[in-house]
């Protein structure tokens, strides 16, 4: 939800951290993923939206489950705002409500949720219309609340 441009998506940035760390790992789109038998383990990740992981990354965790829940997995989601100063009870709170699926089908070793940014000049027409409403500005305020 209006994230600025310039920044740097998390998935290659935790694949630039493994491969510094001396681990070998490459950043893909699930559309992209390809054979993934070579693979030891995965780190997946979604942006969270309304509470929910987009619709293909969850269709990729549950079409190879299989294959996932005999390897080390872990999960991230990015987009939901820190609106709340009490950062670890939101992270827990601002859980897509796949990630329970997930643990029972895969069992990851952790989820982490990173915080988004709110740029209203990013928002679509029905987002810019909502947040109109007063309650719903102070759901969605104007800030960066990533670390």
Same mark, same amino acid.
């Given at each position: ?38 693979? @030891? ?26 294959? /996932? ?14 609106? !709340? ?9 601002? @859980?897509?409500? @796949? ?18 940014? /709110?740029?209203?000049?990013? /928002?679509?027409?029905? @987002?810019?219309?909502?947040?109109? /409403? ?12 990533? !670390?």
């Amino acid at each position: 939800m209006g994230i600025p441009a310039n920044t740097v998506p998390p998935r290659r940035c935790i694949a630039e951290t493994l491969t510094l760390a001396g681990q070998h790992a490459e950043a893909r789109p699930v559309q992209q993923a390809g054979d993934l038998g070579g693979y @030891e383990g995965f780190v997946i990740g979604s942006a969270a939206y309304s509470m929910h992981w987009q619709k293909d990354a969850t269709a990729f965790v549950m079409s190879t489950r299989d294959l /996932l829940a005999h390897r080390p997995v872990w999960l991230f989601s990015t987009g939901p705002l820190g609106t !709340d100063a009490k950062r670890v009870s939101l992270r827990t709170t601002a @859980e897509p409500k @796949e990630i329970r699926g997930f643990r029972t089908a895969i069992h990851p070793r952790d989820h982490h949720v990173f915080f988004g940014a /709110l740029d209203p000049g990013r /928002l679509t027409f029905a @987002e810019k219309t909502l947040r109109k /409403l007063p309650a719903a500005r102070a759901m969605m305020p104007e800030r960066d609340f990533r !670390d």
